[in-house]
């Protein structure tokens, strides 16, 4: 960090403080998708989907019934048009 502030300013320090923000996302999604996986029985390559619309507090659309949306873990196309009941 110290060469980068020399060599770059402030503009270097940030550059290098937004990549750390982004490896502890990168981590905390990638803890997400594993315990979703083994939770819900799922690959880690759905199971990162399901986290990354999480963590965006997103809905996940998916056309994969058995393994996603079965599971509620995301919802058809077609059901994506139409809102949700409210609880």
Avoid: K
Wanted: charged residues 20%; proline residues 5%.
């Amino acid at each position: 960090d110290v060469l980068l502030e020399q060599a770059h300013g402030e503009r270097g320090v940030t550059a290098v403080d937004r990549v750390e923000d982004r490896a502890v996302l990168g981590g905390r999604l990638l803890e997400a998708a594993a315990q979703l996986a083994l939770t819900h029985g799922i690959s880690a390559y759905d199971a990162a989907y399901v986290a990354a619309a999480a963590a965006i507090r997103a809905q996940l659309v998916s056309c994969d019934v058995q393994d996603l949306v079965a599971r509620g873990l995301a919802r058809l196309p077609a059901d994506a048009l139409t809102p949700r009941p409210s609880p």
